[in-house]
């Protein structure tokens, strides 16, 4: 029999008490559930642990730390997330498109050089790497079908240009990345904990 995680937020649930929230979610399960100890439910979940200093910037964050932290037959643990805020982040939106944007134009890399390579006059290529002769008519990727080399069908021009675009992509990536790290621990250390939802997770049988 496996485990799954499952999870109850009590800004959903109403009361703002996780230990009635969770007594709550549990008579709702054991009633719907029955003594199936498979069910997947809060049903058979012993008891709650509260950890009111555990406070994560978002849903999925705390949900991931719970799947980490919970085992199977252990106690249901409770932690609280920053809820949603009403601003779009027009900051991450526009890191996050131009990192779309750069991705793109490396994922187009490859099929351009293909395209100028089986429009080529020659019947073959020649592999630089392995020495392979590869039909004009068969090549299909960038890289080398024999030898895997990356380089099969570019010139120096396409590869300082290839080495350029990746840099440019990765450094793109690091800034969002920065920008929210820097962003969550802003919105950390000005949250009111008491003002956060709480997340209750436990791992069960199903
Ligand atoms: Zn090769």
Not at 130 to 139: F, L, N, P, V
């Amino acid at each position: 029999m496996g485990s799954t995680t499952v999870y109850h937020s009590t800004e959903l649930a109403g009361p703002f008490d996780p230990a009635k929230a969770f007594e709550d979610r549990r008579e709702a399960d054991r009633a719907y559930h029955g003594s199936d100890p498979y069910g997947g439910s809060f049903a058979h979940c012993p008891s709650l642990v509260l950890k009111p200093d555990l406070l994560f910037v978002n849903r999925a964050v705390a949900e991931a730390w719970l799947e980490e932290n919970t085992r199977k037959r252990g106690p249901a643990v409770a932690v609280r997330y920053l809820p949603q805020g009403p601003d779009p982040d027009t900051k991450d939106k526009e890191l996050r498109d131009e990192v779309r944007a750069l991705f793109r134009d490396t994922a187009a890399l490859g099929p351009s050089l293909v395209a100028r390579a089986r429009s080529a006059k020659a019947r073959t290529r020649r592999c630089r790497a392995c020495g392979s002769g590869i039909a004009t008519a068969h090549i299909k990727e960038a890289a080398c079908p024999v030898c895997g080399d990356a380089g099969f069908i570019e010139t120096k021009a396409d590869r300082a240009r290839r080495e350029a675009i990746h840099a440019t992509f990765r450094d793109a990536r690091i800034r969002l990345d920065d920008y929210r790290r820097d962003r969550d621990a802003k919105r950390l250390a000005e949250a009111r904990p008491e003002e956060c939802p709480w997340l209750i997770g436990a791992t069960v049988a199903c």
